[in-house]
Every structure is written in C-alpha cells, then in structure tokens.
C-alpha cells in the first residue's frame, strides 16, 4: 500500500484484534479431532481481517463516501429507473415477522408473508394485463430465462421441435441475447428502422418456422415506444412464434397501456427499477415473469395459490418447467414492490408514468439544441442523445460523462444502445424535481460550450472525485483480482 | 390524493408542456396506438397513507411466527445464526444501498472496493484464486458451474449426489435443459455419496461432478476420495460448500476443486422467507475467464493512485450479448456488503470459534437424542446438522413443537421417498443449552 492508497480492510488488521461477540460454549466440550479425520480439519486459517468493531465502522463509512447513491444526487442513469427508494420500504423489510422467517416453516405460520406475495402477484397480473405471475425470478435476466424457457416447453408440447431461434432487435439490452443463448436458442437480429422502433420488413424476413420467439423491449431502449406493436405481434404470432415483453422499462406506461392487451405472451418485470427495489451496488433485485392463460401450466414450481381463505405452495404441476430459484423469489425485494404499490394505488401508478414521460420529454426538448439527438419524436421514460458533434470536437461521450461528475451528478448510460454513435442514454424518473432537471441541463449545455471553448477541461475531466481515471486496460491484461499480504 | 414521492407541482407541469409544445401530457401517449390503449383504471387496492399502510402491514407481520419469537431447528439451507448490529448499519448507508452497478468508477470506489474485499474473503476461505462479485443464490451458482463445467469440457453428462440440497439440484435440472445436459443423480449410502454409484456412472463424457459439503444432511464428504475418482476421467469438481464450515474444515481447493459455490446467507444475512441471500462462485486462474457475473480488479488511476474498476467485462452479457459466459447482470451486491461486514467483524479467529461451537452444540444435542432414545441416523463426520428417524409425519410433530415455543426441522420425506418419517435438524451458535435440553424433550415426549 502507497501513503497515498486508500486502505483496505486487511491492512487495517492486527493480530489477536477481534471484534466478534459470540455466545460462550454451555455444554460440554468434545474432542472434534476425535471424530473427524486429520485432513477435513483446516489447518491454516482464513486471512480474515482482524479488527475492531469501531475500526469496521469507520472502514465501511469511509468507503461509503466514496459512493454515488440516489440519495446523493441526480442519477440519470438511462435503462436503470434510478428513482427514489422509499425509506418506509426499508422499515417494513425489516419486521421481524417478515425478514426472521424460514423457507420451509410450515405454511399455516407463514399466512402474512403468503398473503402479501398473493397480494403482489395478483396486482402485477393486474398492472401488465396477465394471466398468471410468478415471483420467482431473482432479478431482470433470470426472469427472462425462465419465460424463454416456458416458450420452450410450449412448443415442445406441441411437438413443434423445428422452432430454434429467438429474434432479437439490435437496440436489445445485452441480457436479452444472453437469455436466449442460456435457454438453449439462437438470437437473431432484427434491424431498427430510422424511426428507432423494429423495421417491419426486416422482422418479415426474419421470422418463420424456426421462430420460436421475439424479445421485445418496449419502450425499447432508446426510450421509444414500438408504435407498430400490434403489426408485429401479429407478424409473429401468424409464424406460430410467440411473443416475449422484456418489461424492465415499465416505469413509462403504468396504467396507460399493458403488455397483456398488446397480445404478448410472457412478460418480465423489474421491480428493483419500477417498483423501487433498491438497486443495492448491483443488486439484489426481483424479476417476476407474467404469462398467458395459455402458458400458465409452464410456469415455474411451486405456485403459490389461494385455496379455502389460506395460501399454499402448489408443487403439484407436471407441465411445469421446474424449479428456477431456491425458495419463492426474493421475497425482501419483493416486499419493497408491494409497499409502494400500496402506497401509490392505481391512481398513483399512472402517475408515475406521466410524470417519467413528461421529465424525459422536459429534459430532450431542451438538449437537444446543443447534441444531436437521432430520433426526434416524443420519447417515453428516457431517450438517448449521440455525443456525434462534440465528438469532432475532440471530445467523446466518455468524457462528457467524467465531467458530469464534477458537477456532483451520476452520467447517464454511455455506449448503449449499441444503435446510436456515442450514445447518452437519459433516464430522469419522475421522483426528480423541475429544479433538478433544469441543473442537470444547465451543466450539459455548459460542457457543451466548454468542449467547443476549452476541450481540454472535459477531456482531463474529473477533476475533483477521489480517484482520477482508472487505468481499465492494465486491469484486464494483468487481472488482480483479490487482495493478497505482503 | 398527494403522493410524496412525486415532486412536481402543477406550475411545473404547466411550464414544462410548454417548453415541449404540447398542451397535455396524453399528447406524450400518442404513439400508443388506440386499440391497445387502457382506458380503464386498474383493479387495485387505493393508495395507502403511511401510518395506516404500516399498522397494516406490520399487523400482517405479526401473523407470521418467526426465528426471534420461537426457538428454531430448521436449518436445510437456510440458518439462524448471530448477525452482528453493526451489519445492518453499513448497508443502511444509503450510497450504498441506492446505487447500482458500478459502472463509473471515481464515483464508486466505495462499493468496488467492498467487493473487492468480498472477492478476497471468499478465496480465504474456499481456497480458491479468484472469486466474483456475487450469483443470486448458491443453487443458481451451482447450476452456472454446471453449465460452465459442461462448456469448459465440452461434455454434456453432470452427475450430481442425492445428498446436494434439493432445490440445487431441481435448478441443475432446470438450467441443464438449455444446453441439452445430461444430469445423473448418484445415490446416497450411509448420508454421503455412495462411491461405487460414482465410479459406475462416471466416464470420459463427465463434464462435472457435483457435491455438498457439508452436505444436505449435515454429513462432510469425503472430498478425498471423490476427487481420486474424478481424475483418471478429468472430469471437473464442483463443489457447494457452507462457508462457515470452512472456518473450520480443509477448504474444497484442497481437495482439488475446480469451482466452489455456495451461499453466504449464513455471514450476516437474515432468512427473509428464502431471499435475497448471496450466491458466491471462485474457481481457478484458469477458468478465470469463463466465470459468470462482475469482476473487480485493482489498478491504479492516472496519478498512480490504488483503486478498483469492473474487469473481463468480455466475458458479460453487456458486451458478448449471446456469447456471454453467462445472463446474469443485476447480483446480489448489497448482500455481498452484508456478508463482508460479518466476516470483517467474525475475523480470522471468529470464523473458527463460530464453526467450532455449531460442530459443539451439535454434538451435544446428537447426545442429548440419542440419550432419550431417538435414532440419530447418520454417524459419520458432521458439521451443524443431523437426521432423526420419528416414524411419525413431521408437519404432525411441527405442529405439536409450536405450542411449545420451537419451530421443528425439516420433512425429509418431501424430498426423499425412503426418508419420510425423517426429520432434518439443525443447531447453530446461538442455540442455549437450556433450548437444546427443552427441544430434546419435546420431541422426545412425542415420539413415546
Ligand atoms: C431493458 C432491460 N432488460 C433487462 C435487464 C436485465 O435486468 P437485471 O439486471 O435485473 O437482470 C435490464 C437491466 O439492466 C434492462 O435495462
């Protein structure tokens, strides 16, 4: 460690320093080494820090503060919903009776957490205009695993084994692909047309017998919703395909629209991004798949149902495709949803959405005099700008986004989606202030200027956090990966 | 109706449409085409203020009997153990628990860095030379080193002992389905792997060989042994391991494990019904470019200065998109947090004494049983958990056990036809005496 390096937990360490308090042994001691063999006994011991409690305290609060949270400041980060998390969520995570309860206790102790998840998955059936929902899924991408592989079990209950591949428009985010690949598919591309949205034509060329599905975002990632939506369904359910709603973008349409009545299939949410599960660093989140009439019996083992007045976890369900995730989901993030969908009601839910849509099209209108911004109709919950124009200024999307964090604000996303030149994908959410927007784009414009008047002060840019730019190739080619004693 | 979590007023709204050019919001909807517009409003509860939304939901709370209001011996996976105050505290900080995903590194050191640390501890204590940031769970992250072990091999047969925890082994299944795998459950002798099962399925198109240890039953494989069997086949060991047992047991690396996964549930993280807990996955420097999930990795910045950024990203979805190592994306970070705090606070010698006293407590209510005369089944080596034979259906005794302040073990026979009657117990250090002596007697004065 350099004087100047932040230390890490480790080099605070001293031997025989503790700071654990463990109850003392109160039966009698055995001889372990009696029992077990010499070679499951572990000889050398874990390099575990050694510290005092104080000393973890002031190590973590440290470490925090070098962290940008929402509760920080403005963090636009487009494709992530980073709204406000509700502080009231956090308290009722923390009841005894809901985060002190086991698995496996008998069904009839567990009523209360039964009900609220019964709760929360018949009112997201309401809000998506599904059948059936199941809140399994640990998080966006696992959820659409598990409705790619329930697709997957339709057709091949129909014997219809010819049906291999999933199409995927080029704006996707990068999970969608992915998820097709784990669940043993091919992804294909389907184009965007110039107005952002998936080119009708290309999707004709693309589909047919090997169809098994189309993943669909929508709004889709550069914020716009797929106007021709009832064409494509159409287009896909005609090949015998089925449709796949990849719903993390929720948050701009609540309560105006439903993937359920756009005639999709199966549909997956992201509850730690409408529903304001704390994003937490990276997570946990909760990803809840909503599906048909038709699909329902795939849905993933076990069902939580209601049967005589009291909730029970239905394993009975042989067309099922098996079980996705230990337990029932992650019933703590899943908790946070339910909270603040009671707190908003349907009344508030719609609101949410006017308000996304209105702070993203607020914030567009006025940026885009100083950045390119590629398609030009109204956005839903976020939109994207290309960095083109000052890029030929010398100055990259890389860098407006490092000069952004001077002014104390998380960048949008950067480099995504892959369809736009040096993107800038916008997300305000509607928990944000006029005053908030009007700062966020008061500094745009003025490092805009400054890339045309003193493109140096960008490029070098940031120049006040606490780390400059990080040396990410060395990273990569001569990985350390964890800590090791000198 | 107000709604605190929506700050603009209708001044705003007014000023804001016309920056735009519209007279209303609905004109921000026109692209929603009419005849898949929702005219209605939707069938949910009314918005909840506050104090009434929290009476409600605290008095739902309440109907739940929970770990602090009774004494427990349910363990199968998910334990009551000691969680330090202090751990709670760190991940209320709110720049961490409402941020994301690192992607902006000046401004994330904080959490880089605890990753880091999480990274670290988890090689300390498996053994291995590089871990991830984090996987869902250890069942998911068990069915990724399958799916790994199958792509790294290419080789499609993964055998998986009965004694792997139920519910890891139905997500093998269902994971396994993606790639066309072939998963072969190996039968149990005595409550471990039965050898020569393994030696019998076991051949040159093994791509993996899956065991828990401590397993299911509490019981300690006999890694050694299993790990002869794997070589002459180069089959890869993949190992799910508790990672407070390794306090105390030979790390799996030891044994020549290839992956070792498992859940950290057990440092810091309160049951919660199932989740979120913490999945962690470490390998060896060779797979390290296979391994699912976020990277960090040390460098230092333009002026020289130590600090943590994401890395291998080729390897993530974001990048690769349908060539990804794996899906996953969004982990379980701020549970990774949690755990790292517990092990700071447990330290090197905490680690120990934690293990030491669940392997303690277990072996005196294993006495304590057997003592009143109900049949501990399985005597080999054990860490915190242990089966009894009631002859009797296990959700009968549970129910008698809750009256009495205990929440009662697990039905084995859910999971195992040859075992109904058989109830799964666990200790943990936190356990006294005087519930140990109770529980015994309990049970005791039911089976007769
Ligand atoms: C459009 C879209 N789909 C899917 C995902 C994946 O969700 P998760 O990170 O929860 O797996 C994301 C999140 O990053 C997303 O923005």
Request: aromatic residues 8%.
């Amino acid at each position: 460690m350099d004087k100047q390096d932040f230390p890490l937990i480790f080099e605070h360490s001293k031997y025989g320093r503790t700071s654990y308090s463990l109850p003392e042994l109160d039966v009698p001691e055995v001889d372990l080494e009696d029992e077990l063999d010499d070679s499951y006994i572990r000889t050398e011991a874990p390099e575990l820090p050694e510290v005092s409690e104080l000393q973890i305290i002031r190590h973590y609060t440290a470490l925090s503060t070098r962290n940008h949270g929402v509760d920080s400041g403005f963090y636009p980060l487009g494709s992530c919903t980073m709204k406000y998390n509700p502080k009231m969520n956090e308290t009722v995570a923390r009841m005894e009776g809901f985060s002190h309860i086991h698995p496996y206790q008998e069904p009839e102790t567990v009523q209360g957490a039964m009900k609220m998840m019964y709760d929360l998955q018949t009112s997201l059936a309401e809000i998506t205009g599904m059948h059936q929902v199941t809140l399994q899924p640990a998080a966006g991408a696992q959820g659409e695993w598990t409705g790619l592989m329930m697709i997957r079990a339709f057709h091949e209950a129909n014997g219809d084994r010819k049906r291999t591949k999933v199409i995927v428009p080029d704006s996707a985010h990068g999970t969608n692909p992915a998820s097709a690949t784990v669940a043993g598919f091919d992804a294909v591309t389907v184009k965007s047309n110039e107005r952002g949205t998936v080119d009708l034509e290309d999707l004709k060329r693309v589909v047919g017998e090997d169809t098994a599905a189309l993943m669909l975002t929508n709004p889709n990632t550069l914020g716009l919703f797929e106007e021709n939506i009832v064409e494509m369904a159409a287009i896909v359910h005609e090949a015998g395909g089925k449709l796949y709603y990849d719903g993390a973008n929720l948050n701009a349409i609540m309560g105006y629209a439903r993937p359920g009545d756009m005639g999709f299939d199966v549909v997956h949410l992201n509850l730690h991004k409408t529903f304001t599960g704390p994003h937490g660093g990276g997570g946990p989140g909760s990803g809840p798949v909503g599906v048909t009439e038709e699909l329902a019996r795939f849905l993933p083992k076990p069902a939580l149902v209601e049967r005589n007045g009291s909730y029970v976890f239905d394993d009975d369900l042989p067309d099922s495709i098996g079980r996705v995730k230990p337990y029932y989901g992650n019933f703590g993030i899943n908790l946070r949803a339910y909270t603040y969908i009671r707190t908003m009601g349907a009344e508030g839910l719609k609101k949410i959405s006017e308000f996304a849509v209105l702070n993203a099209n607020y914030m567009m209108r006025r940026l885009q005099t100083e950045f390119d911004l590629p398609y030009t109709q109204h956005c839903k919950h976020e939109f994207v700008l290309s960095g083109k124009r000052q890029k030929k200024l010398g100055v990259r999307t890389l860098d407006i986004a490092k000069r952004l964090l001077d002014f104390g604000y998380h960048p949008p996303t950067i480099y995504f989606p892959l369809n736009v030149e040096e993107a800038l994908m916008v997300e305000p959410t509607e928990t944000e202030s006029k005053e908030t927007l009007d700062g966020f784009i008061d500094t745009m414009i003025q490092i805009s200027n400054e890339a045309k008047e003193d493109p140096e002060i960008v490029q070098e840019a940031p120049h006040t956090t606490v780390v400059k730019r990080m040396d990410e190739t060395t990273a990569a080619r001569k990985p350390i990966l964890r800590y090791i004693k000198e | 109706m107000e709604f605190r979590y929506l700050p603009m007023t209708e001044e705003d709204k007014q000023e804001m449409l016309k920056t735009i050019g519209i007279e209303s919001t609905d004109d921000l909807f026109s692209d929603v085409p009419p005849q898949i517009r929702f005219n209605g409003s939707l069938n949910i509860k009314e918005p909840t203020s506050e104090p009434q939304l929290l009476q409600e939901l605290s008095s739902l709370s309440k109907q739940n009997v929970n770990l602090k209001s009774h004494a427990s011996f349910l363990g199968a996976g998910v334990y009551d153990h000691y969680i330090p105050s202090i751990v709670d505290h760190v991940i209320s900080r709110s720049e961490f628990y409402t941020a994301y995903t690192p992607y902006q590194p000046e401004i994330s050191q904080g959490e880089l860095q605890a990753i880091f640390e999480f990274q670290t501890m988890i090689c300390e204590l498996t053994g291995m030379d590089v871990a991830n940031s984090s996987m869902y769970d250890g069942p998911t992250a068990l069915a990724e080193a399958a799916n790994l072990s199958a792509s790294q091999t290419k080789r499609n047969k993964i055998l998986v002992a009965e004694t792997v925890h139920p519910e890891s082994r139905q997500v093998i299944h269902s994971y396994a389905k993606g790639p066309g795998l072939e998963v072969i459950e190996i039968r149990q002798k005595d409550g471990v792997i039965d050898l020569e099962a393994l030696r019998a399925e076991i051949d040159d198109q093994t791509a993996g060989v899956i065991v828990q240890y401590p397993n299911f039953f509490g019981q300690i494989e006999p890694l050694q042994e299993v790990q002869q069997l794997l070589e002459t086949e180069k089959a890869m060991f993949i190992v799910s391991s508790n990672p407070l047992a390794l306090g105390y047991l030979t790390p799996p690396a030891s044994f020549g494990a290839d992956i070792v996964v498992g859940d950290t549930q057990v440092f810091g993280i309160p049951a919660q019904f199932g989740g979120p807990h913490c999945g962690y996955f470490a390998t060896t420097k060779k797979l390290m470019r296979k391994v699912p999930g976020r990277l960090v990795g040390q460098t230092t910045d333009e002026e020289g200065r130590r600090g943590f950024v994401l890395t291998l990203q080729a390897r993530e979805q974001h990048i690769r998109r349908d060539k990804a190592t794996s899906n996953i994306c969004s982990n379980q970070a701020l549970n990774a947090l949690a755990s790292s705090v517990a092990m700071s606070s447990l330290g090197k010698q905490g680690i120990k004494k934690m293990a030491w006293l669940n392997m303690q407590k277990a072996r005196y209510l294993k006495k304590k049983l057997e003592e009143r005369g109900i049949p501990v089944v399985y005597q080999g080596p054990f860490f915190n958990e242990l089966v009894i034979d009631l002859q009797r259906p296990i959700t009968e005794i549970n129910q008698l056990l809750l009256p009495k302040g205990f929440i009662g073990g697990f039905d084995l026979g859910k999971c195992y036809s040859q075992l109904s009657g058989h109830m799964l117990i666990a200790v943990t250090e936190i356990r006294s005496k005087e519930e140990i002596d109770n529980f015994v007697k309990e049970v005791g004065d039911i089976h007769g």
